[in-house]
């Protein structure tokens, strides 16, 4: 499975956009890249995903490099309630098994 | 609202006792997965399902057994249970996305079953 690298940490100010970064340089042509957050005391919840184009919902933005090599799940305004472990997860899109690394812990400080 | 249901949110055992960890889903999803989580170590991948009688293992399968009898539930046994299975269990569902093959579909969780062996 292709790995990603994260930051271990990272913290930003509330009402301040939070630009996440992952690393993923052995990414293969049909790796789907998705975020996925996990709140204090939940179970991971999805964020976002995308393959080549950069995609917007209602929660974040998902910057993808031209080469795909590294993505950044982008928060607009943050707020308290955004701190969480984040975690960037390369999907195979014929696989089924998504494999969790350590994530980004996301402090947001009032 | 879509759910994942695991049985016990907090669980307590002694080392050698069989453990049932019990998760439902509501979706009609074909892929249910068991994940631990331990501090510093992200979530590990120890069985995953993609269909009623079919399993896989994952990453750490040593000392768990599965079961998916209906499509809705999955459960994760371990045998005899050890302190070095003190963790928090994660169950999850999927399905592929909408109008395709490919399973890109988003991963639900549920609230998570913390276990701790005496």
């Known amino acids: 499975d292709a790995k990603t690298t994260q930051p271990n940490s990272m913290e930003s100010n509330e009402e301040e956009p939070v630009h996440l970064p992952c690393n993923h340089s052995?990414?293969?042509?049909?790796?789907?890249i998705h975020w996925y957050r996990q709140l204090p005391s939940q179970g991971p919840e999805y964020v976002i995903h995308g393959l080549t184009s950069n995609v917007n919902n209602r929660m974040a933005s998902l910057a993808i490099a031209e080469d795909r090599k590294s993505s950044t799940l982008i928060l607009h305004r943050a707020t308290l309630r955004d701190a969480a472990v984040y975690y960037c997860?390369?999907?195979?899109?014929?696989?089924?098994?998504?494999?969790f690394g350590p994530g980004t812990r996301l402090s947001v400080l009032p | 609202d879509v759910k994942v249901t695991q049985s016990s949110r907090y669980l307590v055992k002694r080392t050698g006792e069989k453990v049932f960890l019990e998760c439902v889903q509501d979706m009609d999803h074909e892929n249910m997965f068991w994940y631990r989580q331990d501090p510093g170590l992200g979530l590990r991948l120890i069985y995953f399902s993609y269909d009623v009688k079919m399993k896989e293992k994952g990453d750490i399968p040593e000392g768990y057994s599965v079961s998916r009898e209906k499509k809705e539930r999955f459960s994760l046994i371990l045998e005899s249970a050890s302190t070095n299975q003190t963790s928090m269990y994660l169950c999850?569902?999927?399905?592929?996305?909408?109008?395709?093959?490919?399973?890109?579909?988003?991963?639900?969780f549920g609230e998570g079953s913390r276990l701790t062996v005496l």
């Open positions: 997860i390369l999907m195979a899109g014929y696989g089924q098994n998504f494999v």
């Open positions: 999850a569902s999927s399905s592929p996305a909408r109008g395709t093959n490919i399973y890109t579909g988003e991963l639900f």
């Open positions: 052995t990414i293969s042509g049909t790796d789907y």
